[in-house]
């Protein structure tokens, strides 16, 4: 794990609050792939509840492709947490895109399937940064439990 690279990622949380042994930030931030999965030495943890427990360089080869379709504006990771001396922790991957839940859903590789994916109006009690979106665009909020 590069430590530079993930004290950036813990400054870029802002304001954060004492939870669960570590810390959460009271503003959820959205990064980018690259500034997520670079540096994390392989233990973001993502994923890692599926069937196929990716390591981080298949999750992000997966999220680019996504990220790189037509109907898609930008993919973006959540971050909820860190504890001390940790990778900083999502379990959410939020897409700006025009497609469907449904058709998303789809995207994923066998094992890869996300546990719930919600619409903007489903994530209201969050507190988050929010995505620059084109027309047309909405945000869904991919879910691993």
């Known amino acids: ?3 530079i690279k993930r004290i950036r990622l813990i400054v870029r949380m802002g304001e954060v609050e004492h939870y669960n042994g570590g810390f959460a930030p009271k503003r959820l931030p ?3 792939l690259e500034d997520y999965f670079d540096g994390s030495g392989g233990e973001s943890g ?8 990716p390591e981080d360089s298949e999750i992000l ?3 680019r492709g996504i990220r790189d379709r037509a109907d ?6 959540l971050i909820m947490q860190c504890g001390e001396g940790e990778w900083p922790f999502s379990d ?11 058709a998303v859903r789809a995207w994923w590789p066998e094992g890869y399937e996300p546990s719930e994916i919600f619409e903007d109006s489903d994530v209201t009690h969050l507190t988050t940064e929010r995505m620059s979106l084109r027309p047309g665009e909405r945000t869904l909020w991919v879910w691993y439990d």
Do not use: K
């Open 92 to 102: 959410t991957i939020a897409i700006a895109t025009t497609a469907t839940a449904d």
């Open 30 to 32: 959205l990064v980018s």
């Open 72 to 77: 898609v504006g930008d993919v973006r990771i």
């Open 61 to 63: 080869h997966v999220l």
């Open 46 to 53: 993502m994923l890692a509840n599926t069937d196929a427990a």
């Open 1 to 3: 794990m590069d430590e």
